[in-house]
């Protein structure tokens, strides 16, 4: 039991769980490196704030998530190892990451290359689509809540925190729950969360690993939150020249407002993921823990030996990979989360001077012919020089292979013609082929630009489409029998907007199908303009003509004009009418029927 009902250094939770130093705090919760004094492990507690604790809803939920978490099996998730109750403090235990999060990461190093951002996203997806498969969702993904340890290991980390809160009574049902930066647009309008919540999240991660900033700002969080609702996502290579195409596409969507035309889960936009590395040739790449991460700092404090990636000597963790939670969200859950890092103790010894790898376990001798010790070290130096002169050359080559070798830069084509073009493609090592995008000012058959754009960096041997003007776009034909989904997605390939123009009648059209459109087809308009499309309702209501006394050749011609076919004739008796004429029809003459349908005609057989 916590003495005193406060949480500092030394306190024990639940009679297990030594408190050592904090590591982050939030509105909600604050997580510390603790010790499990009854294995004898180091562990992360994350303490909520009592407010919370006090809420049975809150707790109920808390729990619930907590068990829904520990029985999820991947190695990109945060272990769960316990949660509890201590006096007025609800605890989760889990597995401490010695790194650090990828924010702090982000404030190190700034935006990624695509294959240094996809070994981030990779883990995390495959961590969340274990999730969805098991139907949880995360609900706030966000670079403070995906952490990387020492060894290169990615994970993300607090499952259901954000659920278990919006159950609690402690928050106003007027707030919006999660960061704002990285809410899906239902998250924003309903408050509702399922799988293509997670996938619009890491899309606005990977927008931020490319371009080292998140697509929308503002004053107030609300701002930014509600920007979503009516603004797409820009495309990374709008903002950082040299973007692949493919993680243009990745990233646009992943973000779409329409959670239908996202990837569904995370499994999904992985799958995809995997094709366009593949595509592209990327890079394996162990992603780096951050030097300076509020971990890093915790285990100053408390003497304790940290590990970096780089350190040649460093011995390999003990199994399972140990890790720290993640910073927490604030109260509204809409502010980014805020770290603050415990000060490193003042009297704590100084760091060891570094040894150089080539002097580590070298002994000293005393050599009885300095000249021929000498000339043994000038060889070494030499051949010393020469090995890193070679690293040198080798990295230099490879830099630019991944760089302007592997990726060169499309060239600028304005004001040349479309061979012209072709060639400075062609110069630049890259394919070239033609496409037809329309234009309400460039002249017909005339370049318009390149696709990917000018200054993109595509990898050597890609092709680049030279764009040439269609003119201004027209409303194109009805096909027969043409569904209205076919209908919208052809009139986008002209660049129109279609919307719904209501219902009309049709004879030709089925039920359902395109009726009309409006404009109608082969009138000129303007690029992006909208263009209605009106559904039919099927053939109007025609009524049957008085058609008695005519031939049968001249009822037939005034039955068609209304739309009406003659399927058949019966010949009668009828003393009243002459021979050949019509004395009726089935249905009878006034009767309202569709157009379209067919009738029957009623003959006389009388002598003339």
């Known amino acids: 039991m916590i003495s005193g009902g406060s949480v500092s250094a030394g306190s024990l939770l639940d009679r297990r769980y030594r408190i050592d130093a904090p590591i982050a705090r939030g509105g909600m919760s604050t997580v510390y490196r603790a010790l499990d004094t009854r294995l004898d492990r180091p562990v992360a507690v994350k303490i909520m704030d009592p407010k919370f604790a006090a809420d049975p809803q809150f707790v109920a939920r808390f729990e619930f998530e907590a068990r829904a978490v520990a029985r999820l099996n991947n190695p990109g998730l945060v272990a769960v190892y316990d949660h509890g109750r201590d006096g007025e403090y609800a605890f989760l235990v889990m597995e401490l990451v010695e790194g650090g999060t990828l924010r702090e990461l982000l404030r190190e190093r700034g935006p990624m290359p695509p294959h240094a951002a996809a070994a981030v996203i990779r883990p995390v997806l495959d961590a969340l689509g274990t999730a969805h498969r098991a139907g949880l969702v995360h609900r706030d993904v966000k670079p403070e809540n995906i952490l990387i340890s020492d060894y290169g290991d990615v994970k993300i980390a607090d499952f259901g925190l954000v659920r278990a809160v919006a159950a609690s009574n402690a928050t106003s049902s007027s707030v919006i729950l999660g960061t704002a930066a990285y809410l899906s647009p239902e998250q924003v309008t309903t408050g509702s969360a399922n799988a293509g919540s997670d996938v619009y999240g890491v899309g606005v991660v990977l927008f931020e690993l490319l371009t080292g900033r998140t697509p929308f700002s503002g ?8 920007q979503r609702i009516d603004n797409d996502v820009a495309r990374p290579s709008s903002l950082i020249s040299g973007v692949p195409r493919e993680f243009d596409e990745l990233v646009s969507r992943a973000t779409n407002r329409d959670p239908a035309s996202r990837f569904q889960n995370a499994d999904e936009m992985a799958r995809a993921l995997r094709a366009v ?5 990327l890079p394996a790449y162990r992603v780096p823990a951050p030097r300076r991460s509020a971990e890093h700092r915790s285990a ?19 199994p399972p990979t140990q890790a720290v939670a993640a910073p927490v969200s604030s109260d509204a859950g809409l502010h980014h989360t805020r770290v603050q890092t415990a000060p490193t103790a003042r009297d704590s010894a100084p760091a060891p001077d570094v040894v150089p790898p080539h002097t ?4 000293h001798y005393e050599f009885p012919d300095f000249d021929a010790d000498r000339q043994r070290s000038r060889r070494a130096i030499v051949i010393w020089l020469t090995v890193v002169a070679v690293l040198a050359a080798l990295v230099g080559v490879g830099g630019w292979w991944m760089g302007s070798g592997r990726y060169p ?12 073009a072709e060639s400075a493609l062609e110069a630049a090592d890259l394919d070239s082929a033609t496409r037809g995008t329309y234009s309400d000012t460039a002249p017909l058959d005339s370049l318009v630009g390149t696709d990917p754009t000018t200054g993109s960096r595509v990898p050597r041997g890609d092709t680049v489409y030279l764009l040439v003007s269609l003119g201004p776009p027209s409303v194109p034909d009805i096909a027969p029998g043409i569904s209205v989904g076919d209908m919208q997605e052809l009139l986008r390939e002209r660049t129109f907007d279609p919307v719904d123009g209501g219902e009309a009648f049709s004879t030709t059209a089925p039920i359902g199908g395109v009726a009309a459109l409006d404009p109608p087809p082969g009138t000129e308009l303007s690029v992006g303009d909208t263009v209605k499309i009106l559904r039919s309702k099927g053939a109007p209501p ?11 050749d001249e009822a037939t011609a005034a039955l068609a004009s209304v739309g009406i076919s003659v399927e058949g004739t019966d010949v009668a008796f009828d003393e009243d009418t002459d021979g050949g004429k019509v004395t009726g029809t089935s249905p009878e003459i006034g009767t309202s029927v569709t157009a379209g349908s067919s009738i029957r005609l009623q003959v006389s057989n009388a002598i003339s």
Do not use: K, Q, W
């Not at 590395?277 to 040739?281: D, F, G, S, T």
């Not at 408390?302 to 003990?318: C, M, Q, S």
């Not at 580590?360 to 002994?363: A, C, E, L, N, T």
């Not at 830069?409 to 013609?417: A, C, F």
């Open 409 to 420: 830069t499309v060239p600028e084509v304005g004001g040349l013609d479309l061979l012209g």
């Open 542 to 552: 025609v009524d049957v003509p008085d058609i008695a006394g005519m031939s049968a």
């Open 360 to 363: 580590v376990g070298r002994r």
């Open 277 to 281: 590395c593949a595509r592209l040739e």
């Open 300 to 318: 100053a404090v408390l003497g304790a030996p940290t590990t970096f990636a780089g350190d040649r000597n460093a011995e390999p963790p003990a």
């Open 219 to 226: 004053d107030t969080s609300l701002s930014i939150a509600y």
